[in-house]
């Protein structure tokens, strides 16, 4: 939970106008975010974790529940194994304390033969609050919750032609996905117009051209370019991710496992990015002071910004003046965490005054 506070909010030297309009925005912006961490993460499906069951026994219930609370802790602190961290087995046998809700959902998923596999999942929504303390006490490093989606493309060469999202391998694609899912890394799936064609030459993709794509998509961008040569699938990743371009391969004669690693590989490098390490959570204060607040719109959206960021726990206003506001943020790990967030968010832009940062239009 962030909460927030006034302390020498309003001096007698501003006009009542601006005074009366600047607590007005305060109240009701507290009233809107007091919950905002929490919502979050449950919003994003942080703490919802999923199973494949053979039935509904209570046997089974317990055992995919487990599994299901093991998977949530993956999301949070983005490993894909805990192998350098204390063993989560003994944590997760009591994951039905931990739950909110589950329900049983039942899948047909694609196969490679094009038939269709009917698998019933366990689906479990746990406490944030509860899972945030167990993640602390495995001493687990921590994934932002603000997390840029990838637009992942699939293009594939069959030795004649080179085609987007072939719907042949449509099963391969789902495969990422879940992936992507059950790590909690959000992707986009780039959609073709009403005749079937993208806005993207396949030749682009082949090359591996990830600034252009970025440039004119809506987020960082995952190239997944696959070959088959004999009894093996080659395949290329290319990702531009916060201006980080990054290149491997894979082979494997299963394209499916092909691209699980190579979906695994680009996701632990992008926590990699953004994980906040074991040593440097617990709580600092830093002051940050915002310049360019000219309307009461502007003060209203740079405070929702700071109460929003998952490393923020109290927000304080220190002092307001015209076109400047001064807040004392109390952070859940060091303010270089925050720094970062602040220089790649694009709300605030720093000044050449230390602490100091200018409202973007």
């Known amino acids: 939970m962030v909460s927030y506070s006034c302390r020498g909010l309003l001096p007698v030297s501003l006009k009542d106008s601006m005074r009366k309009l600047l607590l007005s925005i305060l ?22 974790g999923e199973a494949q069951v053979a039935d509904q026994s209570a046997a089974e219930q317990k055992r995919a529940m487990s599994l299901a609370l093991l998977q949530v802790l993956q999301k949070v602190s983005g490993l894909r194994t805990f192998e350098a961290y204390p063993d989560p087995g003994p944590a997760i046998r009591n994951a ?17 033969d094009g038939e269709v596999s009917e698998q019933t999942y366990l689906v479990v929504e746990f406490s944030g609050v509860a899972v945030a303390d167990l993640a602390k006490s495995l001493q687990l490093p921590i994934w932002k919750p603000e997390r840029r989606p990838l637009t992942v493309w699939f293009v594939v060469d069959d030795g004649t032609s080179r085609a987007i999202m072939p719907v042949e391998l449509g099963y391969a694609w789902d495969g990422v996905a879940a992936i992507a899912s059950a790590r909690g890394m959000p992707v986009i799936r780039p959609q073709p117009d009403e005749s079937g064609v993208y806005a993207v030459d396949p030749q682009l993709l082949w090359g591996g051209y990830t600034e252009e794509l970025v440039e004119s998509g809506p987020a ?40 699980a690693e190579g979906m695994n590989m680009a996701i632990d490098q992008v926590v990699a990015l953004n994980s906040i390490a074991t040593a440097d959570q617990g709580q600092q204060t830093m002051e940050v002071s915002v310049t360019g607040i000219a309307r009461a719109g502007d003060y209203a959206r740079c405070l929702v910004y700071l109460q929003k960021l998952s490393l923020v726990e109290r927000v304080e206003v220190l002092a307001a003046a015209p076109r400047k506001v001064t807040f004392s943020l109390t952070l859940n790990a060091l303010p270089e965490y925050l720094l970062s967030a602040l220089e790649t968010d694009g709300v605030l832009a720093p000044t050449k005054a230390a602490g100091e940062y200018s409202l973007l239009p």
């Open 27 to 48: 109240v009701s912006t507290c009233a809107v975010f007091a919950h905002k961490g929490l919502l979050f993460a449950i919003d994003s499906g942080l703490y919802t």
């Open 220 to 259: 960082d961008a995952l190239v997944i370019a696959a070959r088959r040569e004999g009894q093996d699938w080659n395949v290329r990743m290319n990702m531009d991710y916060m201006g980080q371009v990054k290149s491997w391969r894979n082979r494997n004669p299963d394209i499916q496992l092909a691209l």
């Open 96 to 112: 039905a304390a931990l739950a909110v809700t589950f329900y049983y959902s039942d899948r047909e998923l694609p196969l490679p």
